[in-house]
């Protein structure tokens, strides 16, 4: 199984020849999924006991499960928040599986935890934070925010008064669904602020002044959102940030979709108080173009990310030796065993520079522009609110839930785009209305045209 033969040489050559197909083609199908039963009778048993090959289990790949996937990187796949990874930072992803790196500590992955750090000297740069300031690539936002928010409970819970209490944390109903599943993962509680809008310095303010005298003792951080998913809207980080600061409270910034934003002057002012926060998110597989999976969470103070997450066992000595000295990674965040995710946006990177990546992010932010000019002309949608960062939210005039979600799969079946419904609180009610949020440079005026005309 790990030796090499003939075989083995003719399936690295089939395997090339796929990714540089794949990587240099200008179009790709949109796929669609199937469901279990239809896969299953595809392809039929393809784990045995003596194995189906490798040349008749990568043609199943290349002819059926290949197929019924959506590629993140298709120009009218606007869903959700789309990737669109750079060809350099994909062909790279192939050297960091072929390297074999271990990339928690410097003694088993200097080369590559050194090109991450560079890679991660450029975003630190890009939030403003203090000199001293670092951070680590992660898987996403989810781990990244979850090692964010152990780090600034385990901060709060050196003081011995809160060494038994039970952490609350306060963010707004718009925050991104991972804040709340990892305040359950880190056993806190969450209070959420009823505002999809922007969450200001004083809904925050009269938040804290609502609290009970145990609520308030209780209370260690606020998440606050550089771009919620939903609707690309930028919270008020400078008056939160103000009055975190009066009230010694960990300031952590969920910047995973919106970061990439910082790279734009164009709207780089409306992250102003970033600079502020004790921690942020970034995830550089959306609007960084890096093929998944490649988070990232940033420390005003790394040494209290250390003191929250490094290891200890007899067997990971040696990695703290001064034989083995450098910087870590796995000490600052939640995992352990880790890949050097952050490689291929280094090379992609140190290939086209930091301007070309301004460039490619402005042009998700014109493009978000574009469709609001398109849906005001267009007599059938409106737009719910103006365009925020990437994402705009409009409404079929006249249509129910159910319209929605029929056009979507309609589209979706004919290879055509993926557009999602989502929900946006109108008055007391969550009305559902559609979406788009752009990431990829290659989306045009056209397709966003005729993704509006398919709602006649």
Same mark, same amino acid.
């Given at each position: 199984?790990?030796?090499?033969?003939?075989?083995?040489?003719?399936?690295?050559?089939?395997?090339?020849?796929?990714?540089?197909?794949?990587?240099?083609?200008?179009?790709?199908?949109?796929?669609? !999924?199937?469901?279990?039963?239809?896969?299953?009778?595809? &392809?039929?048993?393809?784990?045995?006991?003596?194995?189906?090959?490798?040349?008749?289990?990568?043609?199943? +790949?290349?002819?059926?499960?290949?197929?019924?996937?959506?590629?993140?990187?298709?120009?009218?796949?606007?869903?959700?928040?789309?990737?669109?990874?750079?060809?350099?930072?994909?062909?790279?992803?192939?050297?960091?599986?072929?390297?074999?790196?271990?990339?928690?500590?410097?003694?088993?992955?200097?080369?590559?935890?050194?090109?991450?750090?560079?890679?991660?000297?450029?975003?630190?740069?890009?939030?403003?934070?203090?000199?001293?300031?670092?951070?680590?690539?992660?898987?996403?936002?989810?781990?990244?925010?979850?090692?964010?928010?152990?780090?600034?409970?385990?901060? +709060?819970?050196?003081?011995?008064?809160?060494?038994?209490?039970?952490?609350?944390?306060?963010?707004?109903?718009?925050?991104?669904?991972?804040?709340?599943?990892?305040?359950?993962?880190?056993?806190?509680?969450?209070?959420?602020?009823?505002?999809?809008?922007?969450?200001?310095?004083?809904?925050?303010?009269?938040?804290?002044?609502?609290?009970?005298?145990?609520?308030?003792?209780?209370?260690?951080?606020?998440?606050?959102?550089?771009?919620?998913?939903?609707?690309?809207?930028?919270?008020?980080?400078?008056?939160?940030?103000?009055?975190?600061?009066?009230?010694?409270?960990?300031?952590?910034?969920?910047?995973?979709?919106?970061?990439?934003?910082?790279?734009?002057?164009? &709207?780089? $002012?409306?992250?102003?108080?970033?600079?502020?926060?004790?921690?942020?998110?970034?995830?550089?597989?959306?609007?960084?173009? /890096?093929?998944?999976?490649?988070?990232?969470?940033?420390?005003?103070?790394?040494?209290?990310?250390?003191?929250?997450?490094?290891?200890?066992?007899?067997?990971?000595?040696?990695?703290?030796?001064?034989?083995? $000295?450098?910087?870590? !990674?796995?000490?600052?965040?939640?995992?352990?065993?880790?890949?050097?995710?952050?490689?291929?946006?280094?090379?992609?990177?140190?290939?086209?520079?930091?301007?070309?990546?301004?460039?490619? &992010?402005?042009?998700?932010?014109?493009?978000?522009?574009?469709?609001?000019?398109?849906?005001?002309?267009?007599?059938?949608?409106?737009?719910?609110?103006? !365009?925020?960062? /990437?994402?705009?939210?409009?409404?079929?005039?006249?249509?129910?839930?159910?319209?929605?979600?029929? +056009?979507?799969?309609?589209?979706?079946?004919?290879?055509?785009?993926?557009?999602?419904?989502?929900?946006?609180?109108?008055?007391?009610?969550?009305?559902?209305?559609?979406?788009?949020?752009?990431?990829? !440079?290659?989306?045009?005026?056209?397709?966003?045209?005729?993704?509006?005309?398919?709602?006649?």
């Amino acid at each position: 199984m790990h030796k090499i033969d003939i075989d083995l040489i003719e399936m690295t050559l089939d395997v090339m020849k796929y990714a540089i197909g794949r990587i240099s083609a200008t179009e790709h199908p949109i796929g669609k !999924p199937k469901k279990y039963e239809e896969l299953k009778e595809l &392809v039929g048993e393809t784990v045995t006991e003596s194995g189906v090959g490798g040349e008749y289990a990568f043609n199943l +790949w290349k002819e059926h499960l290949s197929k019924a996937n959506v590629p993140v990187d298709h120009p009218r796949n606007l869903a959700f928040v789309p990737a669109s990874p750079t060809r350099a930072a994909i062909m790279f992803d192939l050297v960091t599986s072929a390297s074999s790196i271990h990339g928690a500590y410097w003694m088993e992955g200097a080369g590559g935890i050194f090109c991450e750090n560079e890679a991660m000297k450029w975003i630190v740069s890009l939030t403003g934070l203090p000199e001293g300031a670092f951070g680590v690539f992660t898987s996403g936002g989810t781990a990244a925010n979850l090692s964010a928010i152990v780090t600034a409970r385990e901060h +709060w819970r050196e003081d011995d008064t809160y060494k038994r209490e039970k952490g609350l944390i306060i963010t707004s109903i718009g925050a991104h669904s991972s804040v709340k599943a990892m305040a359950k993962v880190a056993d806190v509680d969450i209070l959420l602020v009823d505002s999809e809008e922007r969450l200001t310095g004083s809904d925050l303010r009269e938040t804290i002044d609502k609290l009970n005298f145990h609520q308030r003792k209780r209370l260690f951080a606020v998440v606050a959102t550089g771009g919620t998913t939903n609707a690309g809207i930028i919270d008020d980080l400078e008056g939160i940030a103000e009055i975190c600061e009066k009230e010694n409270i960990w300031l952590h910034v969920d910047a995973a979709y919106g970061g990439g934003a910082l790279a734009a002057d164009s &709207v780089r $002012h409306l992250f102003n108080g970033i600079e502020r926060a004790d921690s942020i998110t970034i995830d550089p597989h959306k609007w960084m173009f /890096s093929p998944y999976d490649c988070g990232a969470v940033i420390y005003k103070n790394p040494e209290l990310a250390k003191n929250a997450h490094s290891q200890q066992g007899s067997y990971l000595d040696i990695f703290k030796d001064e034989g083995a $000295h450098g910087f870590n !990674p796995t000490d600052y965040q939640i995992q352990l065993t880790r890949r050097v995710r952050g490689l291929p946006l280094w090379f992609s990177l140190a290939t086209h520079g930091t301007d070309k990546y301004k460039e490619a &992010v402005e042009r998700g932010l014109e493009l978000a522009q574009i469709a609001g000019k398109l849906i005001e002309e267009n007599p059938n949608v409106e737009l719910v609110r103006e !365009p925020s960062l /990437s994402c705009v939210l409009y409404r079929r005039i006249g249509w129910k839930p159910e319209d929605y979600t029929h +056009w979507t799969y309609e589209n979706h079946k004919k290879g055509f785009a993926l557009v999602t419904p989502t929900k946006w609180k109108n008055g007391d009610t969550f009305e559902t209305v559609s979406r788009f949020c752009f990431i990829n !440079p290659d989306t045009t005026e056209e397709d966003i045209r005729l993704i509006l005309e398919s709602m006649n």
